[in-house]
């Protein structure tokens, strides 16, 4: 999703807490009413410029990483969009995972030979 962000601000496009006009130390709620005021703003239906549609799916997107407690450490850590930049790594996810005792929903298998 940098692709849609670049291509809606450019490739020297501030980051996702300027894009929506917050600060770094945001709380979720300052987020969601910062979104809600950006996404009137900018949505097709109301703004008539030509790259409302555009602007509008791209303050969504930032949105989505700054709501994300996960996704939004991951982009205060690195940088850039997450999930956008590098290679996958694979030791990261599998930990995220595969957290023993910690995911109820995680079955452990035991295979003999």
């Known amino acids: 999703m940098a692709a849609l962000i670049e291509e809606a601000f450019g490739k020297d496009h501030p980051d996702?807490?300027?894009?929506?006009?917050?600060?770094?130390?945001?709380t979720s709620v300052q987020i969601k009413k910062a979104y809600h005021k950006k996404a009137l703003e900018?949505?097709?239906d109301?703004?008539?410029?030509s790259d409302a549609k555009v602007k509008f799916q791209a303050i969504g997107e930032a949105h989505r990483i700054l709501s994300d407690v996960e996704l939004?450490?991951?982009?205060d850590e690195s940088g850039s969009i997450p999930g956008e930049h590098g290679p996958?790594?694979?030791r990261k996810y599998f930990a995220k995972v595969s957290?023993?005792?910690?995911n109820p929903n995680f079955i452990h298998i035991k295979i003999q030979l």
């Open 16 to 26: 996702l807490y300027t894009l929506l006009g917050l600060k770094t130390v945001a």
């Open 42 to 44: 900018w949505h097709p």
């Open 46 to 49: 109301k703004n008539k410029a």
């Open 72 to 75: 939004r450490a991951e982009y």
């Open 88 to 90: 996958i790594d694979w």
């Open 99 to 102: 957290r023993f005792g910690q």
